[in-house]
């Protein structure tokens, strides 16, 4: 680690993945990234790891020009490790409202040699992207990565993608979306969330893509969700978009309804005022993206590329592939359960979670890990038949 930027080291230069950074040093330093000189989070390596790795295994074979453009780039952490760690990026635009933060990312690429890969713009992320939102311009990647709710940049974000393009996006207001402000979430995302389920983080990030699918088919353009992940502090989708190719609503769309009195969760066209299973009333969230969350032939090539890709935690990031990698064959109607909700719902230890698979598969219902939660598995299977697998697992 060096410092420059004066006798007071305010700047400091790191190294993440492969690629060196300049970073404010109160963001090594302080308890919260500063926002007032440049914002960079250190904490979100993991998250631009996965980023990285997710950039290489879309241009991987890509049919058009291989562009990023970066509208709230920060220091420009992501797109230059994008740029220096994958080598299949062509050229990277970034841009920051903040133009400290630009001029960070400026004095980044000239140290990776990425200057002549790399444009700089100091403009409203909405203004920027506008520039690339016409033929020819078009980007193969564009990444929104915002304080809070990314649903204010969907819109430009969409007109700025070419046809094929990967639409990557954060969301950091999770009070929101786990149902704290039902209103704000209505206004933001057209969707209502439901609160205190074990896993809101899915129907949080269903939630979003809800939205971004109802901005791009306005535009006559569909979006193909190929990975998502979550963490304490944001959730990350990626969505592929294909333009003059709206998808068809009632396939795309729906709710996510729950029963208290049984455990019971599931997606569908419609919000259901009464379980299947045991008849109860139910909550409902939604409208929201009822289809596939991964693509599994994506998450493969992911996982072929994270070697590859300089990256902090290669343990953790492997692990984490790999799970969505199992999950990616069981997307039906099924929201996750977790160990931890079934023991205390059935009265039973929690059983080894290998045992938990092979007793839904057993009884005939598709069943994975997720990628999602760290004791949770993904089934289709009704609750009755999830809490009977559950035992019948206890005494294997
Ligand atoms: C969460 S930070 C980006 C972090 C960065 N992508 C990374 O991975 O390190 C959000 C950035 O968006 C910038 N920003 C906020 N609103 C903006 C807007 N409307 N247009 C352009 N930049 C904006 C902020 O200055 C800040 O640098
Ligand atoms: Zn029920």
Same mark, same amino acid.
């Given at each position: 680690?060096? $410092? ?22 109160? /963001? ?7 926002? $007032? ?8 390596? &993991? ?7 997710? %950039? *290489? ?18 220091? +420009? ?54 520039? %690339?939102?016409?033929? @020819? ?19 430009? /974000? ?6 094929? @393009? ?22 933001? %995302? ?7 389920? !074990?896993? +809101? ?12 699918? /109802? ?33 068809? *609503? ?34 409902? /969230?939604?409208?929201?993206?009822? +289809? ?77 890990? !997720?990628?999602?939660?760290?004791? @949770?598995?993904?089934?289709? *299977? ?11 697992? &206890?005494?294997?």
């Amino acid at each position: 680690m060096q $410092d420059h930027g004066g006798a007071d080291g305010a700047i400091r230069e790191i190294t993440e993945g492969h690629t060196r950074l300049l970073v404010p040093s109160g /963001a090594l330093d302080g308890e919260a990234p500063p926002r $007032d000189t440049a914002f960079f989070n250190p904490r979100s390596v &993991a998250n631009r790891d996965v980023s990285t790795v997710a %950039y *290489a295994a879309h241009l991987d074979g890509f049919d058009g020009p291989p562009t990023m453009l970066e509208p709230l780039a920060g220091v +420009g952490a992501r797109g230059l490790r994008a740029a220096n760690e994958t080598s299949a990026i062509r050229h990277i635009h970034i841009n920051d409202v903040n133009p400290k933060a630009v001029s960070l990312a400026r004095g980044a690429a000239l140290l990776n040699r990425l200057d002549a890969e790399a444009s700089f713009s100091n403009l409203e992320a909405c203004r920027f992207l506008s520039n %690339y939102a016409t033929r @020819g311009r078009r980007g193969a990647i564009v990444d929104i990565d915002p304080f809070g709710s990314p649903a204010p940049f969907f819109d430009c /974000a969409v007109r700025s993608l070419m046809h094929g @393009g990967l639409l990557s996006c954060t969301a950091t207001d999770l009070q929101v979306l786990n149902g704290l402000f039902d209103e704000a979430c209505q206004n933001r %995302y057209g969707g209502m969330p439901t609160r205190g389920t !074990t896993y +809101g983080n899915e129907t949080a990030i269903r939630i979003v893509l809800g939205c971004l699918r /109802a901005v791009a088919a306005r535009l006559g353009v569909s979006i193909s969700p190929i990975f998502v992940s979550s963490d304490m502090h944001y959730y990350r989708m990626y969505a592929r978009i294909k333009v003059g190719h709206a998808g068809a *609503a009632h396939e795309e769309v729906g709710y996510a309804t729950h029963c208290d009195a049984c455990g019971g969760r599931w997606l569908g066209p419609r919000a259901e005022q009464e379980c299947s299973t045991c008849g109860s009333e139910t909550r409902r /969230a939604g409208p929201l993206w009822r +289809g596939p969350l991964f693509d599994g032939e994506f998450v493969n090539r992911m996982v072929q590329k994270a070697p590859h890709v300089g990256h902090a935690r290669d343990g953790a990031l492997h692990a984490h592939l790999e799970r969505a990698r199992e999950e990616s064959a069981v997307q039906g109607t099924g929201l996750f359960y977790t160990l931890d909700e079934m023991a205390s719902r059935t009265g039973v230890s929690p059983p080894r979670m290998a045992h938990v698979l092979e007793s839904l598969r057993e009884a005939g219902y598709p069943a994975s890990r !997720t990628s999602l939660a760290p004791t @949770g598995f993904r089934t289709d *299977a009704p609750s009755d038949a999830a809490r009977d697998a559950f035992r019948q697992a &206890a005494v294997r």
